[in-house]
């Protein structure tokens, strides 16, 4: 440390304390200082604060507000945030990270919150690692500091935000309730969670969610309240490419992640945000040895040439590799459509999914019965592709045929999904699988 630096008091402080059962290293950034203008010292004072936490074996936590880096510092300043990025890094897949955004955080510092497992953002916060003026410059639109990287556009528009809350103080109750359904360190499971509700409890108002016609839509969210332990569920980027839910709850007390197709919106198909959402969903719960339930009903990816030219094929690629990557329980549920691509990458069996358990209504099958019709019979009278549609659904568009080709462990009533995904769950308690012996895999970025 210089002369210079040993003046300045750092914007940077750290302790080991509780949140809920577990010990973690909380750090501090630019909490109290009216214009937190961060230092080399500061980013070498997180990373030890992380290096402490990996270390250890307990997660780490920060609250960050930060106007950027002492420019008069020099290179020194965002060679100091280089290294907690580096240590980060190193956390990843190893601690649970969490970062609550209390104010501004701009520039250099802005990137580390893309490294972080959970970010949760005040309302009153804004990111962004170009401001307004630049944005303008070198564009033309003028635009404000809140629109640009406000904390409703990161929940909304980039995904950056897993949860908007009033205050640090909801943020670290939040934060409290995340954690307890993580492990402390990838090298234990996450604890057993107290409830009463029974294992065996009849889900008796399922049946009765589903849409009478094939075309409604419904919130998935019912679905997952009635299922999983006391109705609690507790959603990650909701706001974010809303056709996919994803989120922790419990099964018998036992914390699990959920990712289910939400037909509300977009009819539930996949989209490059959905990919996105789910593989990085998919790949933290593998990481932290928290079992998966798969939730499906989506008609395919989302059609559009303007999703194709963005990358469709590469972006839908990185929900795939989680799913094929992940070593954890995985246990499907088919409510009603699975079909073709969506199928696969949706957690299928010969993805690696455990036990694949589907509703009477399940449809599985490469499309829809309208969408086959045209194809095979294109020159068909309006009469005749009714005739064949009614044909088609009637052989193809159950979910026994597919249990016939194992696509399918077994077929449930809908009042007996949450005894059934209980005790797939314990039956899987014991589930390991060797790794390969390899330095890392290439995942799509």
Request: aromatic content about 6%.
């Amino acid at each position: 440390m210089t002369d210079t630096e040993a003046e300045t008091p750092s914007l940077t402080t750290f302790r080991q304390t509780r949140l809920g059962e577990h010990r973690v290293v909380l750090a501090s950034t630019g909490a109290n200082a009216a214009e937190p203008v961060l230092r080399a010292v500061d980013g070498r004072r997180l990373s030890s604060a992380i290096r402490q936490a990996n270390d250890q074996r307990i997660p780490f936590v920060l609250t960050l507000r930060s106007t950027g880096v002492d420019v008069e510092d020099g290179i020194g300043a965002a060679a100091g945030w280089a290294g907690a990025a580096r240590e980060l890094v190193q956390a990843s897949g190893v601690v649970p990270t969490v970062a609550i955004v209390s104010g501004p955080v701009v520039s250099g510092p802005a990137l580390l919150l893309g490294l972080f497992d959970i970010v949760i953002l005040t309302n009153d916060s804004y990111v962004y690692v170009n401001g307004p003026r630049n944005v303008e410059t070198y564009t033309g639109v003028p635009i404000s500091g809140i629109e640009l990287g406000g904390a409703s556009t990161h929940l909304r528009s980039t995904g950056l935000a897993s949860m908007l809350v009033d205050d640090v103080d909801e943020a670290l109750a939040i934060t409290e309730d995340i954690l307890a359904h993580l492990p402390g360190s990838v090298d234990h499971l996450p604890q057993v969670m107290e409830t009463s509700d029974p294992d065996d409890r009849p889900c008796s108002g399922l049946g009765a969610l589903l849409p009478t016609t094939p075309a409604g839509s419904y919130d998935v969210r019912d679905v997952i309240a009635e299922v999983v332990d006391d109705g609690h569920f507790l959603e990650l980027r909701a706001g974010w490419s809303p056709n996919l839910v994803t989120g922790f709850a419990a099964l018998g007390g036992i914390p699990v992640g959920i990712v289910a197709n939400q037909t509300q919106s977009l009819a539930g198909s996949i989209d490059i945000p959905a990919a996105q959402k789910g593989g990085r969903f998919v790949a933290m719960c593998d990481a932290f040895n928290v079992p998966l339930i798969t939730m499906v009903d989506t008609s395919g990816f989302l059609p559009g040439k303007d999703l194709e030219w963005r990358g469709m094929i590469r972006h839908g690629a990185q929900m795939a590799f989680a799913y094929a990557r992940a070593t954890v329980p995985r246990i499907g549920l088919i409510l009603r459509k699975s079909y073709g691509g969506a199928y696969i990458v949706m957690d299928s069996v010969k993805m690696g999914n455990d036990l694949m358990l589907a509703w009477p209504s399940a449809e599985v099958a490469v499309m829809g019965a309208k969408g086959a019709v045209e194809i095979l019979h294109r020159t068909s009278s309006p009469e005749e592709r009714a005739t064949l549609e009614a044909g088609y659904e009637a052989q193809y568009l159950t979910p026994y045929p597919a249990a016939e080709r194992s696509s399918i462990t077994g077929v449930i009533d809908p009042s007996d999904t949450r005894r059934e995904l209980v005790a797939g769950l314990r039956m899987l308690s014991s589930k390991r699988e060797r790794l390969p012996g390899r330095r890392h895999d290439n995942s799509p970025l």
